[in-house]
Nanobody
Framework: ARLRESGGGLVQPGGSLRLSCVTS????????MGWFRQAPGKEREFVAS????????DYADSVEDRFSINRVDAENTVYLQMYQLKTEDTAVYFC????????????????????WGQGTQVTVSS
């Protein structure tokens, strides 16, 4: 399977970006999808996830009400719309695919995901 992120870049605080993750080589509809991020010197952290069919979404507290995840199964693509960006949102953003989410983590743990993209850099700076 291949996951390819795009849409990252440099944006001023308060700005917006939309990240895309196009997948291939997997039956997209059978996978829950997640976004994670990793800032320099920090561990990879959960950002958002979306279940099969898109009915269930979950967000980290730090991005709740600012980010929105959605998926278009016909395009094999998951998106992350980011609004009101802050300097602390600066990180490399990764998308990931999971065939089954665990009971304990429910999509918030990186080890639930079996396929990962290479990441796209998001820099929020004035």
């Amino acid at each position: 399977a291949r996951l390819r992120e795009s849409g990252g870049g440099l944006v001023q605080p308060g700005g917006s970006l939309r990240l895309s993750c196009v997948t291939s080589g997997l039956t997209f509809g059978n996978y829950a999808m997640g976004w994670f991020r990793q800032a320099p010197g920090k561990e990879r952290e959960f950002v958002a996830s979306i279940g099969w069919g898109g009915a269930i979404t979950d967000y980290a507290d730090s991005v709740e009400d600012r980010f929105s995840i959605n998926r278009v199964d016909a395009e094999n693509t998951v998106y992350l719309q980011m609004y009101q960006l802050k300097t602390e949102d600066t990180a490399v953003y990764f998308c990931a695919a999971s065939p089954q989410l665990g009971v304990d983590c429910r999509g918030r743990c990186a080890d639930e995901y079996v396929f990962w993209g290479q990441g796209t850099q998001v820099t929020v700076s004035s």
